[in-house]
Structures are given as C-alpha cells and as structure tokens.
T-cell receptor
C-alpha cells in the first residue's frame, strides 16, 4: 500500500534554531517527492519538488534531501523564524499516477520567541 | 495563493442541504482537483479533471459531485448523501494532469454542518 509517514507529529523550537523534519514513504514506482508548507487555515504552498535523480534541493532557508534507496526524505530549516510556524507536508507521486498525490499527515512546527 | 480563488472562506450548512463550493483559476491550467482535509489527516482526493467536460472520481467521491463546464471553473457540490461533510476543502490546479506537475492550491473553504 502506498503510504507517506512523517515524524515528528509536532515540534516546538526557539527562534533562530535549526530543525529537521522526516518523511518515509512506501510509494512505488516512485516519481517525485514534494514538500509543502501550510499555514493554519490556508492552502499548502510548494517548497521543493525532487525527482529520483535529485538528492538535495534548496529554497532559501529550506533544504530538502532525498534518499531514493532508503525511501526517506528530510526537510531542514535553518535559522528558524516566527513565520516558519506552520504544518509541513511531505507528498509523493507515483509514476503513471496522472497527478494523484499521496499526502503525509504533516509535521506541525511552532517557532517560539 | 497562485491565482486560484475559493469562495466562500467559511460556509455553514444545515443537515440535509446541498451546498456548492466555488473554485476559479486564472492560471490557464488544464487540470483541477478537489481535496478534503480533516484534522490530523493527510489530504484526500475527492475529484479531479484534466480537461473541460471531463472529470474522474478520486478516493472519496461518495456524496460529492462536480462539473467542469469552463476551463477556469471547477465547482464542488457537497450533497446530503455525504455523511460527515464538516471539513476543510481545498481546490488545486496544475498545467496538465501529470505526475511531475506542481499543483497550486487555493486558500480553502471551511464547511461546517450544523
């Protein structure tokens, strides 16, 4: 069964600190993996999309890694800001799926001053 | 929110009533999607459409209906047959229906059944 598991469920960090969010998936055959940021009560916004051949992609203070062999991805946030408080969702697409995405439940990040 | 609008932002419905959620995009995208989000759950696909006058059921289509009469519009009707309609509904679009295309999401509609 195609699944995406994220950890931790929630995380509290102090402003300025770094953090890493984890994503494990069992989707096969794999096409690509995305990380989205979702502010409370808003729609998700794409941070990165990685294909099989990419193992690192950055978007400002966000860096995603992908290990397609172990089917794991991580999202590293550097020098966190209060505005980083949000849910971060890992999403995987299977090859031939015609846009049907498999969503993780998200990690809720709270950045405190 | 990338040129996708959803209305209304909040919607209240009495049990037994049908209600229609609006989704409009000005991105000239062919593909559009409707998702449902419940607390602590991942997004689940309700319906999707890859072209005008064509749409397909997603994983949880029961109790919902859609239409795609115009490229820019993909309204979702939540019918009285949907047993637990209270949720956050998200509309998305992508250039074409393909696994590698980024999906752009609207701001969402929160539906509450009273």
């Amino acid at each position: 069964k195609n699944q995406v598991e994220q950890s931790p469920q929630s995380l509290i960090i102090l402003e300025g600190k770094n953090c890493t969010l984890q994503c494990n998936y069992t989707v096969s055959p794999f096409s690509n993996l995305r990380w989205y940021k979702q502010d409370t009560g808003r729609g998700p916004v794409s941070l990165t999309i990685m294909t099989f051949s990419e193992n690192t992609k950055s978007n400002g203070r966000y860096t995603a890694t992908l290990d397609a062999d172990t089917k794991q991805s991580s999202l590293h946030i550097t020098a966190s800001q209060l505005s980083d408080s949000a849910s971060y969702i890992c999403v995987v697409s299977a090859r031939g799926s015609q846009g049907n995405l498999i969503f993780g439940k998200g990690t809720k990040l709270s950045v405190k001053p | 929110d990338g040129g996708i609008t959803q209305s209304p932002k909040y919607l209240f419905r009495k049990e037994g009533q049908n209600v229609t959620l609006s989704c409009e995009q000005n991105l000239n995208h062919d593909a559009m999607y409707w998702y449902r989000q419940d607390p602590g759950q991942g997004l689940r696909l309700i319906y999707y459409s890859q072209i005008v006058n064509d749409f397909q059921k997603g994983d949880i289509a029961e109790g919902y209906s859609v239409s795609r009469e115009k490229k820019e519009s993909f309204p979702l009707t939540v019918t009285s047959a949907q047993k637990n309609p209270t949720a956050f509904y998200l509309c998305a679009s992508s250039p074409v229906l393909a696994e590698y295309n980024e999906q752009f999401f609207g701001p969402g509609t929160r539906l509450t059944v009273l």
